[in-house]
C-alpha cells in the first residue's frame, strides 16, 4: 500500500513528463515546417508524413497543453496555501514566469507559452478566494464563450475559400529560417511573436484558464493525491477515449484528406480545426485517466516520467533549444529538408534524451536549473535588521 501511494502521490510530476511529450511532438512542425501554420499542405505529402500529420493533429494538437495548463492550476493551490496567504509569491511567480516567456520568445521560440501562462497567472489570483461552485460557473460560461466564438471564426472562415498565403512577416521568418543567421532570426522571431499573441490569446488563452480553474478545484480536493476517491477514472476513460477519440479521429481523416486534396478547402479546415479545439478536452481527460489508472495498477516505469515532470521549465525550455539547434541554419539547419515523419521520430528522440538527462540531473540536484532560478527569484525576501 506504501509503495502505491507513493507512485500516485508523483501523478503531477508523472502527467508533466507526459505532457512535455504531446508539446514537443506539437512544437516540432512549427520549428521543421512552416513557423505561422505548422502542419500544411507542402508537409503532408505521401503516406508517411500524412500518416505522421494525422497522428499529430488528432492525438496530440490541442489535448496536451490542456494537461499542462490543469496542472499549472493545480499546482498554484499548494504555492498559495490552503487560505491563499502566498497570493503575493504566486503573482511574484507569474510575472517572472511573462519574463522568462519574453527571453523564450525572442531567443529560441515564437509560439512560447509562458508569457501566456504568467499574464494569465495573475488573472488566476481573483480566483483564489472564490467559491468552487462560483470557479465551476466561471469555468463553464468562459469555455461555451470561446465554442461559440471558434464557431462564428468558423463561419466567417467561409469567406475565404481558397487556402490563406503565408504573410509578409512569416514569410521573413521563413526565409531567415532557411538561410539567415541566428541574429536575423531575432527580430523575425519577435514579429511573427507580436502578430500572433493576440490570436492566440483569443484562442488558447479560454481554453487555457478553463484547465487552470479545473486545476485549481482538483487541488482543493487533493484530487491526485494517493488517498483521493475524487476523479472517477473509469468515467474519465469511458467518456474522453470513448467519446472524444472518435470526435478527434473523424477530424483528423478530414483534415488529412483536405490538406492532400487538390482543391484543398480553407473553410473546411477551419471547420475541422474548430471541432477539434472544442472536443479536445475530452480527449485530455482520457489521457489524464488512463495514466492515473495505469499508475494504480503498475505504475513502475511509468515514475520515469516523473524526471521531466520535476524539471518541466527546464525542459521545456531546453525543447525550444535542441529543435532550434536541428532546424536553424546555424545549427544543423534541416528545416523544409526532411520529411515530417522523421522529424516526429526525431522530436520523440528529443524527449527521451531530454528524459535521461533530467533523470541523471536529479541524481545530484533536487531541480533543474530554470526551476532552481525561478525559485530565487520568487522566494520572500528577507528583512535585514539594522
Request: aromatic fraction near 14%; avoid cysteine.
Amino acid at each position: 500500500m506504501a509503495q502505491i501511494s507513493k507512485v500516485r502521490d508523483s501523478a503531477p510530476d508523472v502527467l508533466r513528463g507526459f505532457s512535455l511529450l504531446g508539446i514537443i511532438i506539437v512544437n516540432l512542425a512549427f520549428f521543421s515546417n512552416d513557423p505561422s501554420e505548422g502542419i500544411g499542405k507542402e508537409s503532408m505529402s505521401g503516406l508517411g508524413n500524412s500518416l505522421a500529420g494525422f497522428l499529430v493533429f488528432t492525438l496530440f494538437e490541442g489535448k496536451f497543453f490542456l494537461i499542462f495548463s490543469f496542472l499549472f492550476g493545480y499546482s498554484s493551490h499548494y504555492i498559495i496555501g490552503h487560505d491563499a496567504k502566498n497570493s503575493p509569491r504566486w503573482i511574484r511567480r507569474a510575472v517572472v514566469l511573462m519574463i522568462f516567456g519574453a527571453f523564450h520568445f525572442t531567443l529560441l521560440w515564437h509560439g512560447d507559452i509562458l508569457f501566456l501562462y504568467g499574464s494569465l497567472g495573475l488573472v488566476l489570483t481573483l480566483f483564489f478566494n472564490r467559491s468552487d461552485r462560483s470557479i465551476k460557473i466561471w469555468a463553464i460560461v468562459i469555455y461555451a464563450t470561446f465554442s461559440l466564438f471558434m464557431i462564428l471564426l468558423a463561419l466567417l472562415g467561409q469567406l475565404y475559400p481558397e487556402p490563406i498565403k503565408s504573410n509578409p512577416i512569416a514569410q521573413t521568418f521563413t526565409q531567415v529560417m532557411s538561410s539567415g543567421d541566428y541574429l536575423e532570426s531575432i527580430p523575425a522571431r519577435i514579429d511573427i511573436w507580436t502578430q500572433t499573441i493576440a490570436l492566440e490569446l483569443l484562442i488558447q488563452g479560454a481554453p487555457v484558464f478553463v484547465a487552470f480553474l479545473l486545476g485549481l478545484l482538483a487541488a482543493r480536493k487533493s484530487a491526485l493525491s494517493s488517498e483521493s476517491k475524487v476523479l472517477r477514472l473509469d468515467l474519465m476513460i469511458k467518456y474522453g477515449l470513448g467519446l472524444g477519440l472518435p470526435i478527434q479521429v473523424f477530424t483528423g481523416v478530414i483534415f488529412m484528406v483536405n490538406e492532400n486534396s487538390e482543391n484543398r478547402s480553407e473553410s473546411l479546415y477551419f471547420w475541422v480545426l474548430v471541432v477539434s479545439l472544442i472536443f479536445a478536452p475530452l480527449l485530455s481527460m482520457g489521457y489524464i485517466g488512463l495514466m492515473l489508472k495505469q499508475l494504480e495498477k503498475s505504475g513502475h516505469w511509468l515514475m520515469q516520467l516523473s524526471f521531466p515532470g520535476r524539471m518541466s521549465l527546464t525542459n521545456y525550455i531546453l525543447q525550444s533549444l535542441v529543435l532550434s539547434l536541428i532546424y536553424g541554419p546555424w545549427g544543423l539547419g534541416l528545416f523544409q529538408k526532411i520529411d515530417f515523419w522523421k522529424s516526429f521520430i526525431i522530436a520523440i528522440l528529443v524527449w527521451l534524451s531530454l528524459l535521461i538527462a533530467s533523470k541523471l540531473l536529479l541524481s545530484r540536484f533536487s531541480k533543474g536549473p530554470a526551476e532552481w532560478l525561478l525559485g530565487r527569484l520568487t522566494q520572500k525576501r528577507r528583512r535585514v535588521g539594522l
